[in-house]
Nanobody, 123 residues
Framework: VQLQASGGGLVQAGGSLRLSCAPSGRTFGNYAMGWFRQAPGKEREFVAGISWSGGFTYYANSAKGRFTISRDNAKNTVYLQMKSLKPEDTAVYYC?????????????????WGQGTQVTVSS
């Protein structure tokens, strides 16, 4: 089972990117999904999460108002729309799936992880 994250790239500060995450090998319609990121020399941190139904979303303070997480269970895909990007958003972004109810912001709450996609924001 793998989660394929895509959509990263190089963008100027103030720009936008949309990340996608699609699992292979199974469907994740009944899993909570999350996005994390890891910058060089830093620990992996939570960015955004969404409940299995898509009805509940939650964000790290750094992402609130700029990032939007969504999911299309029919397409078995989760998205992270990022706007007003800043250089400090530069990191490898990972998607993850967890069989948890409620809000999940901790790494250990997620069972499946993608390989990551690089986001670089230039100033």
């Amino acid at each position: 089972v793998q989660l394929q994250a895509s959509g990263g790239g190089l963008v100027q500060a103030g720009g936008s990117l949309r990340l996608s995450c699609a699992p292979s090998g199974r469907t994740f319609g009944n899993y909570a999904m999350g996005w994390f990121r890891q910058a060089p020399g830093k620990e992996r941190e939570f960015v955004a999460g969404i409940s299995w139904s898509g009805g509940f979303t939650y964000y790290a303070n750094s992402a609130k108002g700029r990032f939007t997480i969504s999911r299309d269970n029919a397409k078995n895909t989760v998205y992270l729309q990022m706007k007003s990007l800043k250089p400090e958003d530069t990191a490898v972004y990972y998607c993850a799936a967890g069989s948890v109810a409620g809000m999940a912001t901790k790494i250990y709450e997620y069972e499946y992880w993608g390989q990551g996609t690089q986001v670089t924001v230039s100033s």
